[in-house]
Nanobody
Framework: QVQLTESGGGLVQPGGSLRLSCAASRPIANIDQINWYRQAPGKLREWVAT???????KYDNSVKGRFTISSDSVRNTIYLQMDNLKPEDTAIYYCNCQIFEQYWGQGTQVTVSS
């Protein structure tokens, strides 16, 4: 079992940056992979990025080159650095992992608007 707590969302202008954090209640080195998803108003939740316990990263094409996922095993925290943000990045961002079952955080709102 694990609790995931996201933070770092907010309002930013197009072209700006934000860094999201996902704090886990157990050592992340024991979790195969942790993911970021997002859900925009009126749309389905979609996958954004993944980091494995080995440090391997994967990104959706829509964020590749702009977002960077990383981990800190001392703080048991996963980060999502988001640069060159676009209005279409506006969504609630969720942290996710699977340990026999799916676990989700409560989400953090990111709004990109001028």
């Amino acid at each position: 079992q694990v609790q995931l707590t996201e933070s770092g969302g907010g309002l930013v202008q197009p072209g700006g940056s934000l860094r999201l954090s996902c704090a886990a209640s157990r050592p992340i080195a024991n979790i195969d992979q942790i993911n970021w998803y997002r859900q925009a108003p009126g749309k389905l939740r979609e996958w954004v990025a993944t980091i494995t316990y080995r440090g391997t990263t994967k990104y959706d094409n829509s964020v590749k080159g702009r977002f960077t996922i990383s981990s800190d095993s001392v703080r048991n925290t996963i980060y999502l650095q988001m640069d060159n943000l676009k209005p279409e990045d506006t969504a609630i961002y969720y942290c996710n992992c699977q340990i026999f079952e799916q676990y989700w955080g409560q989400g953090t709102q990111v709004t990109v608007s001028s």
